[in-house]
């Protein structure tokens, strides 16, 4: 089992440009989730998915987007990166009782 | 407005200490709590709380709830180098799969 996986592991984007964050995972867990982690902040849910289909918003959901087409894999797209996104994302996934998640190694975005 | 607020924020002990961390909590709806353990990557899951009183054990560390009171306390006996580390709260907002973290207690120990 691989687990959680998270790609890329840097990224540098200029402000206005656009990617995606990919997450997948082998567990098949139903829920996962997006965090992004700035210091002194702890960690903020952006978005969350408890089945293929099924997304919703958590405390930090302006400026991503979200889908759940498969199981497996949780993308984040940031539409047009801002400096204020400058931060570190992880991924994380459980099953539907929702305790025990396990994060991704997480990517670390700069947004010049 | 839902809030998780960790103390302290850092501390530095020497090896063979214990260390008390606290978590206290005002959420809307209370499911459970959880803490976590960040080194230098992903945090990895220590503990779930959620009823009172029911002291959870693993090891040097342990946990225990107070729901009447709103907090949880983290206990580490004789602590390790090896326990440095950023200690997580968060809790688990019944009716949703939310969580909301504190902003974590930076651990230091000193050989």
């Known amino acids: 089992n691989a687990g959680v996986t998270q790609t890329p592991k840097f990224q540098v984007l200029k402000t206005g440009q656009s990617m995606t964050l990919q997450c997948a995972q082998d567990m098949n867990h139903e829920y996962m989730s997006w965090y992004r982690q700035d210091p002194g902040m702890g960690l903020r849910l952006i978005h969350y998915s408890v089945g293929a289909g099924i997304t919703d918003q958590g405390e930090v959901p302006n400026g991503y987007n979200v889908s759940r087409s498969t199981t497996e894999d949780f993308p984040l797209r940031l539409l047009s990166a801002a400096p204020s996104q400058t931060s570190v994302y992880f991924c994380a996934s459980s099953n539907v009782q929702g305790y025990e998640q396990y994060f991704g190694p997480g990517t670390r975005l700069t947004v010049t | 407005e839902d809030k998780v607020v960790q103390s302290p924020l850092s501390l530095v002990v020497h090896e063979g200490d214990t260390v008390t961390l606290n978590c206290s909590y005002e959420?809307?709806?209370?499911?459970?709590l959880l803490w976590y353990k960040q080194e230098k990557k992903a945090p990895t899951f220590l503990f779930m709380l959620?009823?009172?009183?029911i002291e959870k054990k693993s090891g040097r560390l342990s946990s225990i709830l107070d729901k009447k009171e709103l907090f949880s306390i983290l206990n580490i006996t004789a602590t390790q180098t090896g326990d440095s580390a950023v200690y997580l709260c968060?809790?688990?907002?019944?009716?949703?799969?939310?969580?909301?973290f504190g902003t974590g207690t930076r651990l230091k120990v000193l050989a």
């Open positions: 968060a809790v688990l907002l019944s009716g949703t799969y939310k969580y909301i």
């Open positions: 959620t009823s009172s009183g």
């Open positions: 959420v809307t709806n209370f499911r459970s």
